[in-house]
C-alpha cells in the first residue's frame, strides 16, 4: 500500500473507533498499536490514558512535542446525519464522521509525519501525544504530558485550514451566585428573592463593555446556564440562584480582571454575589482524575518570534504557503503557551467551522498536505536548534 493510503485508511480506522471524551480506550489502544507498527522507539498509555509516542535522533538536541486530543464530543441523538458518523466514508474527497475535523485527521498526519523522519540526520526527539479529554477539561491531560517530556517547542494540530496560528482566545467559565432569604411564598416580602437579585445581575453583566482585539477578535460574555435553589420550589422562595457565563479571553486577562469588573459593579451594592472560576474534575477512563481551574489564558507570539519563524520556514520547505492566523476556540495551546509559556504553534488540516457539526469532515487532501506540513516544521525545529 502507497503512505498516503495507509495514512488515509489509518485516519479512517480511528473515525471508526468512537471516542467521546472519558470513553478514549479503543481509540487510544489503535494508536499505540499504530505508533509501535510504525517503529517509534516508545509508546505508552500515562497515567491518563493519553497515548504518547516518542522517536529519538541519532543526535542530542530538543524536544517537540506534537499534540492532538483523541477525544471528541458526542453525536446528539435525534439528529440525522446524512453520513454515518463513525463511518469515515470517503465522498467526493471529503471524509465524513465525528471527529474527522476534530481532530482525528490530524493525528493521523501527525503520527505519519513523526514516522516517515529520517531518523540519522535527525537531532534531538519527536514526542507525539494523543490526549484525553480535552473536550470538557482543555490543557489538563496535556500538562501531564508536558510534564513527563519536558517540550522545548509543542505544535497543536487544531483545525487551522493549513494556516499557521500564533495565538488564540482563551477561555474561563465563571460562576455567579446570589445569596438570597428562604421564606414562604405566601409572604415573599419577608424573605429575599435569590432570582430577582440575580436578575439584576444578569442585566449589568450583559451591559459590561467587551474589548476586542484585532488579531483574535473580540472578548465575549455569554450566559449559558442559570438554576436557582430549591429546584423545583414549592411555595418557597428561592435562596440561591447560580449563572454559569463563558467568557473567552484575550491576551493578559488574569482571574481578578474578569470576576473583579462584575463584583465592582455599582449598581450591584446590596446584593450578596459570589463570584468564582468553575472547577473542572474529571474522571478519565483510566480512573484518574483530571483537575483545575477553568481559566485558560489567551496566548500571542509575535509573527518575528523565532518559533513561529522556523515553522513558516518549515512549512514553506514542505510546499506550502502558509498565511498567519488565531483560533477563536479555545484548545490545548491556552495550556502549553498560555500556562505553561512554551512557544507553541497551530497547524492542522480541515475548519474551525467544521468542529462539533453534523455531517463533520475533512478534505482527504488537506490530511495528505498536513502530513507534509507536520514533517517540515519538525525537520525546520530540530535542525535549527
Ligand atoms: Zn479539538
New binding site residues.
Partial sequence: MHISDSLVAFARALVRCPSRFGEEEAVVSLILAQMTELGFDRAWRDANGSAIGIIDGKLPGPTILLDG?CDTVGVAPGVTWTHDPFGGEIKSGFMYGRGTA??KGALAAMIYAAAGLHRARLRGRVVISATVM??NLEGAALKDVMDAVRPDFVVIG?ATDLKLNRGGRGRAEIHLETIGRPSHSSTPHLGRNAVHDMLRVVAAVERLPMQSDSFLGPAIMALTDIISDPYPAYSVIPSRCRVTYDRRLLPGETERDVLGAITDLPELAGIELRTAIAQGEHKTYTGAVLRGPKFLPAFVFPEEHSFVQTAARGLRSAGLDPQMGAYRFC?NAAYSAGMAGVPTIGFGPGREED?HVVDERIAVDAVLVAERGYRGIIEAALAQA
Avoid: R
Wanted: net charge negative; glycine share 0%.
Fill in positions: 486530543h476534530d481532530m480535552e473536550e487544531e484548545t468542529a
